[in-house]
């Protein structure tokens, strides 16, 4: 019998609604929490015990882990529905009093930055403190570039009315727009951004190009506006560069994401040299389709010799993917259960829904998923993508304190692309005796690393240019519309047209707005999640625990040495990123071999 699973969440573990009591005396107590933290320990932190320093910072993990219920509840009602005002509203008020709550504890960081090299490092080898010894460590790796307290908080502040407002201006306005509809051949017309997206898979060439124009001539109409947006927040990052003293905005990215540039520059190179593999499969799926491939086509659907029913409906997908996960670990799908059971994912198609996926850990608690599920493949392998943040978390959540709970974001992308690939390898079992079927999977994945491994280190030369350029002065959206074209273009040589109205493409990558250089960590943990699954598949069982451990260690350790204990992959060393593109390369040998 078919279980019949909820696709919208319950955040009753949070509060019951926006205008529960709760939410307002939360605030105030920890306001009031705040305040006697300052009173009791501004200006003694170097006179602390390292019990007593252990001690303020359990006292500050309680504060932080609670302020994440106030600020979880109202974003994560605002992601489901960004045309909700009262829960915008709340949200606004929430991160102003975060704002001010922050601005009373942050001494706290700073003070201890500010001992003495000795002292601050006996602090982190002492034994008491073990479990806050990484915590402790980044502090001194970002000493030089603390402000005083006073602009610290004035740099708090400031952010509320400005980089942080922008960003949120840009979130609003992308939740705001109505695209034309667009009205496939069997007569079934989409309207909503993530319904338009899913067309872009549909068999017809001209519907996929109307639903990707439909989308662009919105992000074309606005397109000035969401320059301006950009270039303020690049230049708010050069300022703040300016003031600490990082020599850029990718110096401080790297340094708050624990990647050295070694690596960084490794993984761009590295990536830039294969471009073939993008161009090589593209140029075969043209052959296959008898078309040139322009960017509205890139995941259009290869033809096939059997009708091959391509829909997925929510209750069989996660049935599915629960299966999958259950063939990995008993364990793994019994926590994955949990998350449906108890109605942490949010998969609803709706208006003003925030587009895209996430997955929100709220620590203490458990994570939440959003995404729009469109009964396809795609949309169940975006679910395994979450779930597989959800899981981590999961573990994090039971080994960690709150100072150790967010994991560096190369690891922080392992366990989402390896619940892809334990789907993957289940679908394609599950198909054996189904060619075509197989045959689409494979395409599906394929598509699914060229993006990660090329299209997401492009977007990362993008902002390159967007940071050096910002570095010498103000852009427009014209720079951002040359730029990002001439890259895309670089990436597909001749074999995919890039259209005209792929210049304002970059508008809809939210990460280059809220967080410069994330994109290029979807390229690295690519890497390392394909390394895992290669020793996943040599070695079995015996793989688990190791991969769980990693999954565990959250923040608690440098990711790179983390990665050589628990799993045996080194991000250093070139080879480890030759490997992975050598995988895609026999990926694609093996669909070749099927046509």
């Not at 451990?549 to 040495?561: N, R, T």
């Amino acid at each position: 019998m078919t279980v019949t699973y909820a696709r919208e969440w319950d955040l009753s573990a949070l509060y019951q609604d926006l205008d529960d009591p709760r939410l307002k005396q939360d605030l105030q107590n920890l306001q009031a929490q705040a305040t006697t933290f300052r009173q009791q320990y501004r200006g003694r932190v170097a006179e602390l015990t390292p019990e007593q320093v252990r001690t303020a910072l359990q006292t500050l993990e309680a504060l932080w882990e609670r302020l994440g219920y106030c600020w979880a509840y109202p974003a994560l009602r605002f992601a489901a529905d960004t045309r909700h005002t009262q829960a915008r509203q709340v949200l606004d008020h929430v991160r102003q009093a975060a704002t001010a709550i922050e601005n009373q504890v942050l001494f706290f960081a700073l003070e201890l930055q500010q001992l003495p090299s000795e002292q601050l490092a006996a602090l982190a080898a002492s034994p008491v403190l073990a479990t806050y010894r990484h915590y402790l460590e980044r502090l001194q790796l970002t000493q030089p570039y603390q402000l005083p307290e006073a602009v610290e908080q004035t740099r708090n502040q400031d952010s509320l009315t400005g980089r942080q407002a922008f960003i949120q201006l840009h979130t609003l306005h992308q939740g705001s727009l109505r695209y034309r509809p667009v009205t496939t051949p069997e007569g079934k017309t989409a309207q909503l951004e993530a319904e338009l997206g899913a067309l872009l898979m549909h068999p017809n060439p001209d519907t996929r190009y109307q639903a990707y124009t439909s989308i662009r001539e919105q992000l074309a109409e606005h397109n000035l506006l969401y320059g301006y947006i950009l270039n303020t927040i690049a230049q708010d990052h050069r300022l703040e560069n300016q003031m600490r003293g990082y020599p850029s905005t990718l110096a401080k990215q790297l340094l708050a994401d624990e990647v050295p540039e070694t690596v960084f520059n490794a993984i761009m190179q590295g990536t830039a040299a294969r471009y073939d593999l993008f161009q090589r499969y593209y140029r075969r799926k043209g052959d296959v389709l008898g078309m040139k491939i322009r960017t509205c086509d890139v995941i259009a659907p290869w033809p096939t010799t059997q009708p091959v029913d391509l829909q997925v409906d929510y209750d069989r997908g996660v049935e599915l993917l629960l299966a999958a996960l259950g063939q990995f670990s008993p364990a793994y799908r019994q926590r994955a259960e949990t998350f449906f059971r108890r109605r942490w994912v949010d998969a609803q198609v709706r208006p003003g829904k925030q587009g895209g996926a996430f997955c929100s850990y709220v620590h203490g608690k458990n994570s939440f998923l959003l995404l729009s599920y469109t009964d396809d493949y795609n949309s169940l392998f975006t679910l395994a993508h979450e779930l597989g943040h959800g899981l981590h978390f999961a573990w994090i959540g039971e080994n960690q304190t709150y100072f150790n709970s967010n994991p560096p974001m190369v690891l922080a992308e392992v366990a989402s692309v390896f619940n892809e690939l334990l789907l993957l390898d289940y679908l394609l079992a599950q198909a054996h005796d189904q060619r075509d079927l197989q045959r689409v999977l494979l395409v599906r994945l394929i598509e699914d690393q060229l993006n990660l491994l090329f299209r997401q280190s492009t977007i990362s030369r993008l902002e390159l240019a967007i940071h050096e350029r910002a570095a010498q002065g103000s852009f427009d959206h014209e720079f951002v519309n040359q730029t990002w074209l001439a890259l895309y273009q670089q990436l597909c040589g001749d074999t995919v047209d890039v259209l005209p109205e792929h210049a304002v493409d970059w508008a809809r990558i939210s990460h280059i707005f809220f967080k410069p250089f994330y994109c290029y960590q979807y390229t690295a943990s690519s890497i390392v999640s394909l390394a895992c699954y290669q020793q996943y598949r040599q070695h079995g069982q015996d793989f688990i625990p190791g991969y769980l451990e990693l999954l565990a260690s959250g923040g608690s350790q440098d990711q790179i040495a983390a990665l050589r204990q628990y799993v045996g992959v080194d991000l250093t060393q070139p080879a480890t990123i030759t490997a992975a593109l050598d995988t895609i390369a026999e990926l694609l040998d093996r669909l070749e071999a099927t046509l």
